[in-house]
């Protein structure tokens, strides 16, 4: 799905910045928008959130079955 893979991106994203926290004292996204009180900076923080809740729900879904036509296809 493609919500699962926006996710996904926006939580890498949240992580490379919690790593620069960690590591630097540096908070990428709010020097992107200036600062953590700026309005785009805040939209970012709540959709990363909102974006791990998300990714919640992939802990706890089942794979999809392999089937014959998904092992014969040739890329």
């Excluded at 996710?7 to 919690?18: K, R, Y």
């Excluded at 939209?43 to 809740?53: D, E, K, N, P, S």
Aim: aromatic letters at 10%.
């Amino acid at each position: 799905m493609i919500i699962d893979r926006i996710a996904l991106l926006l939580l890498i994203v949240g992580g490379i910045n919690w790593g620069s926290i960690g590591l630097f004292q540096f908070d990428i996204v709010a020097w992107i928008f200036g600062g953590q009180d700026a309005i785009g900076a805040r939209i970012v923080y709540v959709l990363v959130a909102l974006c791990a809740l998300w990714c919640i729900s992939l802990l706890f879904r089942e794979r999809g079955k392999i089937t014959s036509s998904d092992t014969d296809r040739v890329e």
